[in-house]
């Protein structure tokens, strides 16, 4: 039995607090996160990723190839998986705090600019070649003394921007072949390179090949590096913003407070404020760090946490938290948690942990990714053997053109990208909707759901019961019923706890010790008070512990007929009377219900309240199925009942009793005003104490997975039609080759493409039921 929270005190210490039993997780909250430089495909992600679980105390490792940084769990150190990195062929540094990411974002800008030079340099010499070559047709013969002067000069000034403006990919290439590895930077260094050095063969040695092949290909590898890098450029551009979500969150926590110290005011770096510090917040601005208010009244906007836009008021004994809104009074408050402890560092860090994680389609499409370059590369010689040896003259230009394509073309970025960039987007707009999803196969299960298991109380009902009525047998005393009860339930943390404790001390009863105190979680409690065994529980309880409530049956069923919770009370072995304590239901519940219907969900409640009191809020709301007395034990052996006859089931909750049903669910909701227990059991993290974010998260789920499929099926195809076209298999029926330099456009622009889509899903709008 567990306590909710109250609304506008909720969320965050809830979530954040230290787990009692937590989920499994290939992520730890402990876990090291380090920036990669250097990747540039699914091959190499493969690569960091292999590298770094081989070092010892290392338990999992998962590369983020859009944001190009690693997450590693285990007991390894920093500087070990540091070297580890750089002994595979990449740079790396360990990533600590927001001035870490402010620098990392300050790289990735530098880079973006160096890769826009690095287009212009090789523009520079690709533009008057290609006019030159192909529009005016005013370039000298290679064979002709002039013509070989101006192609070994152009040769010359070609390798100037391969060093220039591809030596990255021939570096990268170097890297990965010295560890027995092939990635992109593989296919463009040796198409380029190939392009190159047959150029200057030419060039140099024009008689040595026959006459219709003394052709220089110095344009091709000019454009095709002028183009790749400006495609790297648009895609770094593009991937910037599928990170929003994390900027915005970052740029939440103000850089000072105000704190008081000696008396006086001042304003210090955010870094400096310490724990127990006394801070104050004037109207306008954001808290700076958690904390409970000690002093003074207001309304705070928590809408970044929650997606809620109605203020929450605060006042003395009130839990304020960081990055929130002041609006309109100023609080003297303590701070409780600074620096990562504080909940919009944690939920930076969940946020982060998801986007890092990889659901099964995406597993897949690394494995095929993994594979792909060296599969590319037998193509590409088998291509050109097939044209060297059976194609027409001049058959070495028509080898060296078809197998540079193939090279060109089929690198697999579009293929690396199109899931994890979607996952990115989806994961920080959830956050955004106040949906906190632990791990992209929640995201990617949420879509796939059939049937949802709703809990009760609190969260199907408010979480907020009260005692509606007392009822005495005969020659009892109301007082004496509820006194009993109260001086029981003074040992939980129940809700139903919470109102028979409200309406004892409003009645200002005077409660006695009771000793002996036992909970039997999901059933009841009993105990000693004074000389009289007490049992508090549903009528259930009292038949197994021998208490008959026959003379009684007729009243509970009643009550419970209303929605109401019938608590019996008995001592020593009789019945003395009854608490009905009544918890509303939800606003809005029966729209939620209906829009889940509508998109064709089974919805069922299972409670361990009475049948009757279960039926009736079922019934109020148009719920379908209902199972009630249930135990905890019962909760999880229904969800995996309705696993077995093939549902993809979630269950919502929000109590300790939740969690192992939580848990055994496909995908499991934890209301956020609910316990540290259900929040670490769970898939996903409502922040909103409503079910419109179980709607919400569904609709981002289907749109997510729907992205993805379309960014794979986009990428699968480009490359299924892109390489046998760039090999030639159109020549034969319509005499038509792919150049070089469309197959690079055509390769730099579909990483663009998919990256261009997934963030379509920043426009994602769900519908609202309220």
């Given at each position: 039995?567990?306590?909710?929270?109250?609304?506008?005190?909720?969320?965050?210490?809830?979530?954040?607090?230290?787990?009692?039993?937590?989920?499994?997780?290939?992520?730890?909250?402990?876990?090291?996160?380090?920036?990669?430089?250097?990747?540039?495909?699914?091959?190499?992600?493969?690569?960091?990723?292999?590298?770094?679980?081989?070092?010892?105390?290392?338990?999992?490792?998962?590369?983020?190839?859009?944001?190009?940084?690693?997450?590693?769990?285990?007991?390894?150190?920093?500087?070990?998986?540091?070297?580890?990195?750089?002994?595979?062929?990449?740079?790396?540094?360990?990533?600590?705090?927001?001035?870490?990411?402010?620098?990392?974002?300050?790289?990735?800008?530098?880079?973006?600019?160096?890769?826009?030079?690095?287009?212009?340099?090789a523009a520079l010499l690709a533009v008057p070649l290609m006019l030159g070559e192909m529009v005016f047709h005013v370039l000298p013969p290679i064979d002709t003394p002039a013509g070989q002067v101006f192609w070994l000069i152009t040769g010359l000034l070609t390798l100037g921007v391969l060093i220039y403006s591809g030596g990255h990919f021939f570096r990268g290439a170097w890297s990965a072949f010295r560890h027995h590895q092939a990635n992109m930077d593989t296919l463009i260094a040796l198409g380029t390179g190939s392009a190159w050095l047959y150029s200057m063969v030419v060039a140099l040695f024009p008689d040595s090949v026959p006459v219709l092949a003394r052709h220089a290909y110095f344009e091709a590898a000019v454009v095709i590096l002028a183009l790749i890098n400006l495609g790297g450029a648009l895609e770094m551009r593009a991937r910037g913003k599928t990170s929003e979500a994390i900027k915005r969150l970052l740029g939440l926590q103000p850089k000072t407070a105000r704190v008081v110290r000696e008396g006086k005011e001042i304003d210090v770096p955010i870094e400096e404020v310490g724990l127990e510090e006394t801070?104050?917040?004037?109207?306008?601005?954001?808290?700076?760090?958690?904390?409970?208010?000690?002093?003074?009244?207001?309304?705070?906007?928590?809408?970044?946490?929650?997606?809620?836009?109605?203020?929450?008021?605060?006042?003395?004994?009130?839990?304020?938290?960081?990055?929130?809104?002041?609006?309109?009074?100023?609080?003297?408050?303590?701070?409780?948690?600074?620096?990562?402890?504080?909940?919009?560092?944690?939920?930076?860090?969940?946020?982060?942990?998801?986007?890092?994680?990889?659901?099964?389609?995406?597993?897949?499409?690394?494995?095929?990714?993994?594979?792909?370059?060296?599969?590319?590369?037998?193509?590409?010689?088998?291509?050109?053997?097939?044209?060297?040896?059976?194609?027409?003259?001049?058959?070495?230009?028509?080898?060296?053109?078809?197998?540079?394509?193939?090279?060109?073309?089929?690198?697999?970025?579009?293929?690396?990208?199109?899931?994890?960039?979607?996952?990115?987007?989806?994961?920080?707009?959830?956050?955004?909707?106040?949906?906190?999803?632990?791990?992209?196969?929640?995201?990617?299960?949420?879509?796939?759901?059939?049937?949802?298991?709703?809990?009760?109380?609190?969260?199907?009902?408010?979480?907020?019961?009260?005692?509606?009525?007392?009822?005495?047998?005969?020659?009892?005393?109301?007082?004496?019923?509820?006194?009993?009860?109260?001086?029981?339930?003074?040992?939980?943390?129940?809700?139903?706890?919470?109102?028979?404790?409200?309406?004892?001390?409003?009645?200002?009863?005077?409660?006695?010790?009771?000793?002996?105190?036992?909970?039997?979680?999901?059933?009841?409690?009993?105990?000693?008070?004074?000389?009289?065994?007490?049992?508090?529980?549903?009528?259930?309880?009292?038949?197994?512990?021998?208490?008959?409530?026959?003379?009684?049956?007729?009243?509970?069923?009643?009550?419970?007929?209303?929605?109401?919770?019938?608590?019996?009370?008995?001592?020593?072995?009789?019945?003395?009377?009854?608490?009905?304590?009544?918890?509303?239901?939800?606003?809005?519940?029966?729209?939620?219900?209906?829009?889940?219907?509508?998109?064709?969900?089974?919805?069922?409640?299972?409670?361990?309240?009475?049948?009757?009191?279960?039926?009736?809020?079922?019934?109020?709301?148009?719920?379908?199925?209902?199972?009630?007395?249930?135990?905890?034990?019962?909760?999880?052996?229904?969800?995996?009942?309705?696993?077995?006859?093939?549902?993809?089931?979630?269950?919502?909750?929000?109590?300790?009793?939740?969690?192992?049903?939580?848990?055994?669910?496909?995908?499991?909701?934890?209301?956020?005003?609910?316990?540290?227990?259900?929040?670490?059991?769970?898939?996903?993290?409502?922040?909103?104490?409503?079910?419109?974010?179980?709607?919400?998260?569904?609709?981002?789920?289907?749109?997510?997975?729907?992205?993805?499929?379309?960014?794979?099926?986009?990428?699968?195809?480009?490359?299924?039609?892109?390489?046998?076209?760039?090999?030639?298999?159109?020549?034969?029926?319509?005499?038509?080759?792919?150049?070089?330099?469309?197959?690079?456009?055509?390769?730099?622009?579909?990483?663009?493409?998919?990256?261009?889509?997934?963030?379509?899903?920043?426009?994602?709008?769900?519908?609202?039921?309220?």
């Amino acid at each position: 039995m567990v306590m909710v929270r109250m609304p506008g005190q909720v969320v965050v210490s809830s979530i954040f607090a230290k787990p009692i039993r937590p989920r499994e997780s290939p992520m730890s909250d402990e876990s090291i996160r380090l920036s990669v430089a250097g990747m540039s495909c699914a091959g190499c992600v493969a690569a960091v990723e292999e590298a770094l679980r081989r070092v010892e105390g290392v338990q999992e490792a998962t590369v983020n190839f859009v944001e190009h940084t690693a997450r590693v769990t285990g007991t390894a150190p920093p500087e070990r998986l540091v070297e580890a990195v750089r002994q595979a062929g990449y740079e790396a540094a360990e990533l600590r705090g927001l001035a870490d990411e402010a620098d990392k974002e300050a790289m990735e800008m530098a880079h973006y600019r160096k890769r826009l030079r690095m287009t212009g340099v090789a523009a520079l010499l690709a533009v008057p070649l290609m006019l030159g070559e192909m529009v005016f047709h005013v370039l000298p013969p290679i064979d002709t003394p002039a013509g070989q002067v101006f192609w070994l000069i152009t040769g010359l000034l070609t390798l100037g921007v391969l060093i220039y403006s591809g030596g990255h990919f021939f570096r990268g290439a170097w890297s990965a072949f010295r560890h027995h590895q092939a990635n992109m930077d593989t296919l463009i260094a040796l198409g380029t390179g190939s392009a190159w050095l047959y150029s200057m063969v030419v060039a140099l040695f024009p008689d040595s090949v026959p006459v219709l092949a003394r052709h220089a290909y110095f344009e091709a590898a000019v454009v095709i590096l002028a183009l790749i890098n400006l495609g790297g450029a648009l895609e770094m551009r593009a991937r910037g913003k599928t990170s929003e979500a994390i900027k915005r969150l970052l740029g939440l926590q103000p850089k000072t407070a105000r704190v008081v110290r000696e008396g006086k005011e001042i304003d210090v770096p955010i870094e400096e404020v310490g724990l127990e510090e006394t801070l104050r917040v004037r109207p306008g601005d954001r808290i700076p760090v958690d904390g409970k208010v000690i002093e003074g009244e207001s309304a705070v906007d928590e809408s970044m946490l929650t997606g809620e836009p109605i203020p929450v008021a605060k006042q003395a004994g009130d839990e304020v938290i960081g990055g929130t809104i002041n609006q309109s009074g100023t609080l003297l408050f303590q701070a409780s948690r600074i620096g990562r402890d504080m909940a919009l560092a944690r939920i930076i860090e969940l946020v982060r942990q998801a986007q890092a994680s990889k659901p099964a389609i995406g597993r897949l499409a690394d494995r095929v990714s993994g594979v792909f370059v060296p599969v590319v590369m037998i193509i590409a010689v088998l291509t050109f053997l097939v044209w060297y040896n059976l194609g027409p003259s001049p058959q070495l230009s028509y080898a060296l053109v078809t197998g540079i394509t193939v090279l060109v073309i089929a690198c697999p970025c579009a293929l690396g990208l199109a899931t994890p960039i979607s996952i990115m987007v989806g994961i920080g707009k959830a956050a955004e909707h106040g949906i906190l999803i632990r791990s992209g196969d929640a995201l990617q299960q949420a879509g796939r759901l059939t049937t949802l298991v709703l809990d009760k109380t609190g969260t199907v009902t408010e979480g907020r019961p009260t005692v509606t009525a007392v009822e005495a047998a005969s020659g009892r005393n109301e007082n004496e019923v509820l006194r009993l009860a109260a001086a029981l339930e003074a040992g939980s943390n129940h809700p139903l706890a919470a109102a028979i404790l409200a309406a004892a001390e409003a009645r200002t009863l005077e409660l006695p010790k009771a000793e002996g105190f036992e909970n039997l979680t999901g059933k009841g409690l009993r105990g000693r008070i004074g000389e009289r065994e007490v049992l508090v529980g549903q009528a259930a309880f009292m038949r197994e512990q021998g208490v008959s409530e026959a003379a009684w049956a007729a009243r509970i069923e009643a009550l419970a007929g209303r929605g109401a919770t019938p608590v019996c009370v008995a001592a020593d072995g009789e019945l003395i009377g009854l608490v009905a304590i009544e918890d509303p239901i939800r606003p809005g519940m029966t729209d939620i219900i209906r829009a889940m219907h509508g998109m064709g969900l089974k919805v069922a409640l299972v409670t361990g309240d009475h049948r009757i009191t279960a039926q009736a809020v079922a019934g109020q709301i148009g719920i379908d199925e209902v199972r009630a007395e249930v135990l905890p034990e019962g909760k999880i052996d229904y969800v995996q009942q309705l696993q077995a006859k093939g549902e993809v089931v979630a269950m919502v909750g929000d109590g300790i009793n939740d969690a192992p049903a939580l848990s055994q669910a496909d995908v499991g909701f934890a209301i956020g005003a609910g316990t540290d227990v259900a929040i670490e059991s769970a898939d996903v993290t409502l922040m909103r104490a409503s079910l419109q974010g179980v709607l919400t998260a569904i609709q981002l789920s289907r749109a997510t997975v729907r992205n993805i499929w379309q960014n794979l099926f986009g990428a699968f195809i480009y490359n299924s039609l892109g390489i046998p076209v760039a090999a030639g298999v159109l020549y034969p029926a319509l005499g038509m080759l792919l150049n070089p330099m469309i197959g690079g456009a055509a390769m730099a622009f579909s990483s663009v493409t998919v990256v261009t889509n997934a963030n379509r899903l920043r426009r994602f709008t769900p519908d609202r039921v309220q």
